[in-house]
C-alpha cells in the first residue's frame, strides 16, 4: 500500500473539498481505495488467527464510505478527509469491540474497543467492569498492551462523578467514569512508509486482543 500517495491525496482534498474537485480526481481516489482495500483484506485474516469473533467480513464490511452526511452538520464540505476501517464482527456496523485503522494526513493511527457505546451497552461495560475490574488492570498491565498503547484514551467527555448506582469509594471508580473505552496508537510517517507495515499492525492489533475480549465477554451472554 502506498500510504504516502494516500496521504497527499488526502491532504490535496483537505484543502479543495468540493465536487468539482474530487470528480476531477475520482480516478486518482478509487486507484487509492483499490490499494486501501486490498491491504484490508490481507490484514483481516491476520487479525482472524488471533481473534476469530470477528467472523467472515471482508474489507467493504469495514471500510467506511468517503462521502459525508452533511445533513445535520455546520461543516457543509461534503467529503471525509481520511481512510478508515473498522475490523469487527459485521465490519463498520459492528456494536461490538474491534480494530480501527486510520490514515489521515493530520494524524493517523490504530485504534480499537468501543467508543460511545449506546446507553445500555455502556451500562453493561461498567457493570462488567466494577465487577472484573482486576481482570481489566491485569489485561492493561500486560507489557505488549503497555507499550503499544500506554492505557485507556482518555476522552474529554469522561465523567467528572461517579455514575449513578456505584459507590463514590470503590477503588477503580475512575475506570467507571469513561463514556468510551478505547485505546489508540499514533502511526508515524516513518512507520507508515515501512515495507514491515502490516506485520507491525498486525502485532499491534495482537497487543489489543485481550482488551477486546474483555469488552466482548458482555455480547457472549
Excluded at 463514590?168 to 515495507?195: C, G, M
Excluded at 507495515?197 to 485481550?210: G, H, N, Q, S
Aim: charged share 30%.
Amino acid at each position: 500500500m502506498d500510504t504516502e500517495k494516500i496521504l497527499g491525496f488526502l491532504g490535496e482534498l483537505r484543502q479543495n473539498n468540493t465536487r468539482e474537485w474530487f470528480h476531477a480526481n475520482k480516478s486518482r481516489y478509487e486507484l487509492l481505495r483499490r490499494e486501501f482495500e486490498s491491504f484490508i483484506n490481507r490484514l483481516i485474516p491476520e487479525v482472524f488467527k488471533f481473534d476469530p469473533g470477528i467472523g467472515l467480513v471482508t474489507a467493504q464490511d469495514c471500510m467506511f464510505r468517503i462521502y459525508k452526511d452533511i445533513r445535520f452538520s455546520k461543516d457543509k464540505t461534503p467529503y471525509k478527509t481520511n481512510f478508515g476501517a473498522f475490523i469487527a464482527e459485521n465490519g463498520r456496523k459492528s456494536m461490538k469491540s474491534g480494530y480501527y485503522l486510520h490514515l489521515d494526513p493530520e494524524e493517523s493511527f490504530l485504534g480499537g474497543g468501543l467508543y460511545m457505546p449506546e446507553a445500555g451497552i455502556l451500562k453493561q461495560v461498567r457493570q462488567e467492569i466494577y465487577f472484573n475490574s482486576e481482570i481489566l488492570k491485569k489485561i492493561m498491565a500486560e507489557r505488549n498492551f503497555r507499550e503499544v498503547y500506554g492505557g485507556l484514551h482518555d476522552m474529554e467527555d469522561k465523567l467528572k462523578k461517579p455514575p449513578r448506582d456505584y459507590p463514590p469509594d470503590f477503588k477503580d471508580i475512575e475506570l467507571l467514569k469513561h463514556k468510551s473505552y478505547t485505546v489508540w496508537h499514533t502511526l508515524s510517517p516513518d512507520a507508515l512508509k515501512r515495507e514491515t507495515l502490516l506485520e507491525d499492525i498486525v502485532t499491534k492489533f495482537r497487543a489489543m486482543a485481550p482488551f477486546n475480549a474483555f469488552l466482548n465477554r458482555i455480547f457472549d451472554r
